[in-house]
């Protein structure tokens, strides 16, 4: 699921090795259509540690020069580069074993008995898949590249959680803040945009 379409995954092949060159890995990677088509980049250090808002501009730097010069997208776009955020995306296998006991919405790619979408709390990841016991008691097990969709639910455990491994942005109402000037923007963001004429 980091990439659906293949003009994604030729994409997430020439950002992969650039990334990783900087400690980082993508967690997602879309192509938005539109006037101006937009390239949205969601990274993360390597691990899961913290990632900054230095982190995505210096990727968002070292993948322009590399993305001129392939030119995947032939018209003007914009390049946004950005961390997963607290409600984060599940894209790979191994992101729901780092969740568990954590809510979940998860959207199939093909219905299963005539259904799609599904919430519940993760209780592990195997060779079979995710594991998920749903709101209705029932459990649903599936691989990562058997979803579209999967995400994290923003609840007061995971705020939790994310404050307890340093992931959490500072709040406003956190003593000691006020003297601090919040972005109260839901992700830390760079964007950068392609410059050139339309084709």
Same mark, same amino acid.
């Given at each position: 699921?980091?990439?659906?379409?293949?003009?994604?995954?030729?994409?997430?092949?020439?950002?992969?090795?650039?990334?990783?060159? #900087?400690?980082?890995?993508?967690?997602?990677?879309?192509?938005?259509?539109?006037?101006?088509?937009?390239?949205?980049?969601?990274?993360?250090?390597?691990?899961?540690?913290?990632?900054?808002?230095?982190?995505?501009?210096?990727?968002?730097?070292?993948?322009?020069?590399?993305?001129?010069?392939?030119?995947?997208?032939?018209?003007?776009?914009?390049?946004?580069?950005?961390?997963?955020?607290?409600?984060?995306?599940?894209?790979?296998?191994?992101?729901?074993?780092?969740?568990?006991?954590?809510?979940?919405?998860?959207?199939?790619?093909?219905?299963?008995?005539?259904?799609?979408?599904?919430?519940?709390?993760?209780?592990?990841?195997?060779?079979?898949?995710?594991?998920?016991?749903?709101?209705?008691?029932?459990?649903?097990?599936?691989?990562?590249?058997?979803?579209?969709?999967?995400?994290?639910? #923003?609840?007061?455990?995971?705020?939790?959680?994310?404050?307890?491994?340093?992931?959490?942005?500072?709040?406003?109402?956190?003593?000691?803040?006020?003297?601090?000037?919040?972005?109260?923007?839901?992700?830390?963001?760079?964007?950068?945009?392609?410059?050139?004429?339309?084709?």
């Amino acid at each position: 699921m980091i990439a659906l379409t293949e003009q994604e995954r030729r994409i997430l092949e020439i950002a992969a090795p650039v990334a990783e060159r #900087l400690g980082l890995e993508i967690v997602r990677l879309r192509v938005m259509g539109g006037r101006r088509p937009g390239l949205q980049i969601m990274t993360e250090r390597t691990g899961g540690a913290p990632t900054s808002v230095e982190d995505c501009a210096k990727l968002s730097r070292a993948l322009s020069p590399v993305f001129e010069e392939a030119d995947p997208i032939k018209e003007a776009y914009v390049l946004e580069v950005s961390t997963p955020g607290i409600d984060r995306p599940l894209t790979r296998p191994g992101d729901f074993g780092r969740w568990v006991g954590h809510e979940v919405r998860i959207e199939l790619a093909r219905p299963l008995d005539g259904r799609r979408r599904f919430t519940g709390t993760i209780t592990g990841e195997d060779e079979d898949g995710a594991h998920i016991e749903l709101d209705d008691e029932t459990k649903l097990v599936a691989h990562v590249n058997e979803m579209s969709r999967a995400s994290l639910v #923003l609840t007061d455990a995971l705020i939790d959680a994310a404050r307890a491994d340093g992931s959490l942005p500072p709040q406003l109402d956190e003593d000691g803040l006020e003297e601090f000037e919040i972005d109260e923007t839901e992700d830390d963001t760079d964007t950068n945009e392609k410059t050139g004429d339309v084709t």
